[in-house]
């Protein structure tokens, strides 16, 4: 009798814990697609009548302009920075703010569909992006050596040129301390001061990196601007 008693508890106990598993993980894929979950964290409430669907979250009715200001006014109380807000009525009317916090941004964006009369809202969190100046002076002329173990380089003297390149490394790329690094690559000697150019045609960015600091740039025409196109054929 007494471990008929023994066995009914212990199956009890596992079907109690399967199903609070299963339920675990049905809530993690159901988030899988998204950055940030409001319902998991302390510092930012939901609006009231937000559910979440698929990716976005829904709320029946025109409500973007309460969910706006909700937002905007409550999460700096919540120890959320306001670096940026927008609204606007055009297209049925919708918005945009951003935080910051901890170094990481937080994106709120919004707007009434009124074909289905329902209002959007979507959060994203990422990492701050920090861009730091590596050219001080702009120079008369680069130098952009083929590989690492070249000698002689080629001059770019044309100033438009010269130009793209500096907008591509202190204005497009934006700090990354892993950036990923190539074994073969480019140098850009820019004042005496080298930079390394790394590609790899499977992935989405080009890796810039001094003897400091390494930069990641979206794919630009960088390549062709410098000459270093033979990076491609690897």
Not at 58 to 78: A, V
Request: proline share 4%.
């Amino acid at each position: 009798m007494k471990n008929r008693i023994v066995i009914s508890f212990v199956l009890i106990i596992l079907i109690i814990s399967s199903v609070a598993i299963y339920k675990y993980v049905l809530e993690k894929d159901r988030y899988s697609s998204v950055s940030i979950v409001p319902e998991n964290r302390n510092d930012l409430p939901l609006y009231d009548g937000l559910e979440f669907q698929e990716h976005h979250y829904l709320i029946k009715g025109n409500y973007w302009y309460d969910i706006y200001e909700f937002y905007r006014d409550t999460l700096p109380n919540h120890g959320w920075k306001l670096v940026f807000k927008q609204a606007s009525i055009e297209d049925s009317g919708g918005f945009m703010l951003r935080f910051q916090k901890n170094d990481k941004e937080l994106h709120i964006g919004g707007g009434w569909n009124p074909y289905a009369n329902e209002t959007e809202t979507t959060f994203d969190l990422n990492p701050v992006l920090h861009k730091t100046m590596w050219i001080d002076q702009k120079p008369r002329s680069i130098c952009v050596y083929l590989n690492k173990n070249a000698v002689n380089c080629n001059k770019i003297t044309d100033q438009n040129k010269i130009e793209q390149f500096i907008k591509m490394v202190d204005e497009d790329a934006v700090n990354k301390d892993d950036a990923p690094l190539q074994k073969e690559f480019g140098i850009v000697d820019v004042n005496g001061e080298k930079i390394e150019i790394h590609y790899d045609p499977l992935l989405s960015s080009y890796t810039l990196k001094t003897a400091d600091e390494r930069k990641q740039l979206k794919p630009e025409a960088l390549l062709e601007l410098l000459g270093l196109t033979h990076l491609k054929e690897r």
